[in-house]
């Protein structure tokens, strides 16, 4: 599948536009008894009958049932879909904003654009490597090591404060280096 990162039962892949629709029915589910094809238009910032034939398409995939004139829902698959790609943009929103630094519009409007093209295997290193940053912070210059460690071996504590010890003694040292090397 190559522009998907989501595989589908059919033959044919689920397209960025197709998945974007999805994410929002799912998350509109969540906020709402009922989602109906004006909460997907203002959502999505298009017009109802954009809306309507998308619609169309995702129900010929099974992926909704819908009616016209009715509300809708996802499917069991249209909501596995569905809850994949949101927890890919919130993966990737968190790493563009807590690790990258940008701000948090421009990082949304950037997870939406790579939440489709990552796959799995590489968002599953991105949840990790977000995990072992905030449980195992500042362990020193062969850090993309000790990533590989927790990776393979899960959090352990003893050993990310071992780490951090090293670490600190280590730049302690230097510290005293620089300063007795500048005369102070």
């Known amino acids: 599948m190559e522009n998907s990162a989501i595989k589908s039962d059919s033959p044919k892949p689920l397209t960025p536009t197709m998945e974007d629709y999805l994410e929002a029915i799912f998350n ?7 989602v109906r ?3 997907i238009a203002k959502r999505l910032g298009v017009k109802m009958p954009t809306v309507t034939n998308m619609l169309k398409t995702l129900s010929e995939r099974e992926l ?5 004139y009715e509300y809708l829902e996802l499917t069991k698959r249209g909501s596995d879909v569905g809850e994949e790609i949101n927890r890919r943009h919130h993966v990737l929103r968190s790493f563009l904003t807590d690790i990258l630094g940008i701000n948090l519009v421009r990082a949304d ?3 939406c654009k790579m939440e489709h093209a990552v796959g799995a295997g590489t968002m599953d290193r991105f949840v990790e490597f977000m995990e ?3 449980s195992c912070p500042r ?6 090591e000790r990533f590989e460690e927790f990776r393979v071996h899960g959090r352990d504590r003893e050993k990310c404060m071992e780490h951090m010890k090293e670490f600190a003694n280590g730049f302690g040292i230097r510290i005293k280096d620089m300063e007795t090397r500048e005369g102070r």
Do not use: S
Not at 28 to 34: Q, T
Not at 64 to 68: M, N, S, T
Not at 139 to 144: A, D, H, Y
């Open 28 to 34: 509109l589910g969540r906020e709402k008894r009922a």
């Open 37 to 39: 094809v004006k909460d």
């Open 64 to 68: 909704i049932e819908y009616e016209k």
């Open 109 to 111: 409007e950037e997870a």
């Open 132 to 134: 072992f940053i905030q």
């Open 139 to 144: 362990t020193g210059e062969n850090w993309l």
